[in-house]
């Protein structure tokens, strides 16, 4: 089992060289890429959904849903929007060799927003580099206010950190103040918005936090 | 990029193997072994808090943690038993090497019931094999009622699944029935307990289903 470490570490650095060249792609096309990771059930295609709603009308956006099954897929073709399905293979993570095959399917000079849905895992993920500009991490409140101790890596690896389902904050013993400090304590340059997917409190913060990174890059 | 089936099918096959050598030393020290999985926030750690104080007056107990920190090993060494943390070397699931290890600091002849917590993800731990009798998958109220649709591996190989966080039912749009339609068409003969760590409601039942499983062996 001695051998697993250096397979891994030859798998990770494969990928970040392709991770690096699909940069370049995404640059060169003057695409905005968001990586959004998150637990299964924190809420990231509700989240990514009333984000789409919002940004369609100024932006023209697309996504890759790394999910194991096409449920998903299904709630963000209904935005009609290009939706391509990253074939996983049942791994637990996205890598930068599934996006590129799921760009096949999408004519990235018309998009100025790609979002990129990844599997549901607060582990994995952080390791494999995907081209992305900015990584979106999900937190949600019912999960507890002890993850950013206990996943530190993923929250290292944000650039915003966004917790949802506040709408359970007074029904649960989530402590904000612990999950707040927990953040800034692994990260502190990240920014951090909480929202409700369900009621839309503090979705128009993303949309702004996105609106303002997708202008600079095309201005 | 090709290589990796051919990796991944021989770490599992090396897996399997000594999972079965594992499962052999269990029945040997005549020890239940109960491998409990699910989502990051689902409430593992407080539903086996709970077990174990039920259980200790009745049954010896260890536990093996798989966490990636040792938050929630210290809330379980209040408890009093033995509690061996799993390294998963940033794992994103434990595998039968892991628990090999971690068998060092437990004497399993002394063990009734050994508790193994795996890594919070609802995509690897089911690919890997621990030798454990019983498997035990924990969903959550605010994860929603379309796990089992998502992630139907992970039911599939479930003797029991919790449904945890039932005192959210009310403020949430959980849908029960589409929740327990979707585990039984993933796996029809699993057992299914819906409980509520926080208020207790349900625990005693989980009791119950662990106490039948260790008489019997007992016996």
Redesign the interface.
């Known amino acids: 089992?001695k051998k697993?470490?250096p397979?891994k570490k030859q798998?990770l650095s494969?990928n970040d060289k392709l991770a690096q060249k699909l940069q370049k792609k995404f640059d060169t096309s003057n695409t905005i890429v968001v990586n959004i990771m998150a637990?299964?059930?924190a809420g990231k295609t509700s989240i990514i959904y009333q984000l789409i709603k919002q940004l369609k009308t100024t932006y023209s956006l697309a996504v890759i849903d790394g999910?194991?099954?096409d449920?998903?897929i299904k709630k963000l073709q209904s935005l009609d929007i290009p939706v391509a399905l990253a074939n996983t293979?049942?791994?637990?993570h996205l890598d930068a060799?599934m996006i590129k095959k799921s760009l096949q399917s999408i004519k990235l000079h018309d998009i100025d927003l790609l979002i990129i849905e990844n599997?549901?895992?607060?582990?994995?993920p952080a390791?494999f580099k995907l081209g992305s500009h900015k990584n979106i991490v999900i937190a949600?409140?019912?999960?507890?206010s002890?993850?950013p101790?206990?996943?530190?890596?993923m929250f290292l690896g944000a650039d915003l950190v966004l917790l949802n389902?506040t709408?359970?904050l007074s029904?649960?013993?989530f402590d904000m103040q612990q999950f707040e400090k927990g953040i800034k304590r692994v990260n502190n340059s990240v920014s951090y918005i909480p929202l409700s997917a369900?009621t839309g409190v503090g979705i128009s913060n993303v949309v702004t936090w996105l609106s303002t990174l997708v202008s600079k890059k095309l201005s």
Chains 1, 2 share one sequence.
């Open positions: 089992m697993r470490i397979i798998i494969e637990s299964p059930g999910d194991v099954v449920i998903d293979g049942g791994a637990c060799y599997v549901g895992n607060l582990i994995c390791n949600s409140i019912p999960e507890g002890d993850k101790y206990k996943y530190p890596q389902k709408d359970l029904v649960t013993d369900k």
